[in-house]
């Protein structure tokens, strides 16, 4: 099964910020899957691009998500972020970006157990009505 998502990294880095202005670098990389290096540069970006505007707290950063700029992409850039970001906001009773994949695996594998099972039944029975 191919790895993929329909959003991308800067999408979910976005999206962290937008639930936790104070979130820590370490918390948005473990969140998201991916470096804490990444999630600077990616923060970065959409800061230079003005989809984020930084603070400075102390020794932390806080962060405010600029939910009117439109989205980059022409097939979607006559919406502003703020629409994408309210469309996956986390759910009342989240489950831990860890318990999803294992879900997934598990879901997958009965699917294919069941698709096998019902393959070696069909062939036995077609294999019993030709002798």
Known sequence: MANWNFLTNHAHVLLCVWEDAEARVRDIATRVGITERAVQRILQELESEQYLQRERVGRRNRYRVRGD????????????????????????TPRSHAQRPAARRNAGRRAARARSRSRSRSHSRSRSRSR
């Open 69 to 92: 700029r439109p989205l980059r992409h022409p097939v979607e850039d006559h919406r502003p972020v703020s629409v994408l970001l309210e469309l996956v906001r986390t759910r009342r």
